[in-house]
Nanobody, 126 residues
């Protein structure tokens, strides 16, 4: 099992930056693919970034490429999402999630992630 707790959300100006953090616990973290999803009312959760267990592979959805950076520190059981050049469309509830059955691969569907945090709200004002 993996328990995850997100932090770092809040209010940002358009063009600004925020850094989300995900604190993970549980022995499965070291071999889990970790991801950040976001959700807005009326839409499904979408993976915006993911990183494999060793941290040498990442995935980004097209509209955040070049703006968001996902990273992990396995020594601290932490995952981060650095978000730069924010715009109003980035306003959403952001979730950290763990895929304990990825075996080094990166999967991007919410159904593949077994463990979720409570989410942290990001609001970008234009």
């Amino acid at each position: 099992q993996v328990q995850v707790v997100e932090s770092g959300g809040g209010l940002a100006q358009a063009g600004g930056s925020l850094r989300l953090s995900c604190a993970a616990s549980g022995r499965s973290f070291s071999w889990s693919t970790m991801a950040w999803f976001r959700q807005v009312p009326g839409k499904e959760r979408e993976c915006v970034g993911a990183i494999n267990d060793s941290g040498d592979r990442t995935y980004y959805v097209d509209y955040v490429k070049g703006r968001f950076t996902i990273s992990r520190d396995n020594s601290k059981n932490m995952v981060y999402l650095q978000m730069d050049s924010l715009n109003a469309e980035d306003t959403a509830l952001y979730y950290c999630a763990a895929d304990v059955r990825a075996f080094g691969a990166i999967r991007t569907l919410a159904i593949d992630y077994s463990y979720w945090g409570q989410g942290t709200q990001v609001t970008v004002s234009s």
